[in-house]
Nanobody, 116 residues
């Protein structure tokens, strides 16, 4: 079992930046961020592999978003820049312990609201 706790969400204005954090209870293979906007399905935002250090992003945030991690703290971050109202939603971090397959463990989410 891996427990995840997100933090850093809040109410910001369009154009602002925000950094989200996700603290994991243990080491993992891959961690990712997802977002669920009101009335929409949850969508992938970004992910990273701890061992290889590789990252990948959804087209909707590419260039505005940076995912990173602190090995010593087992904590992953998501830096969001140039925020838009369309970025509003609940942001979840998740863990995938295997190379392929679904993300198995999820945090409870942190709300991000971007006003215009």
């Amino acid at each position: 079992q891996v427990q995840l706790v997100e933090s850093g969400g809040g109410l910001v204005q369009a154009g602002d930046s925000l950094r989200l954090s996700c603290a994991a209870s243990g080491r993992t293979n891959e961690m990712g961020w997802f977002r669920q906007a009101p009335g929409k399905e949850r969508e992938f935002i970004a992910a990273m592999w701890w061992s290889a250090g590789g990252t990948y992003y959804a087209d909707s945030v590419k260039g505005r978003c940076t995912i990173s991690g602190d090995n010593a703290k087992n904590t992953m971050y998501l830096q969001l820049n140039s925020l838009k109202p369309a970025d509003t939603g609940v942001y979840y971090c998740a863990v995938r312990t295997k190379t392929v397959g679904p993300f198995e463990y999820w945090g409870q989410g942190t709300q991000v609201t971007v006003s215009s």
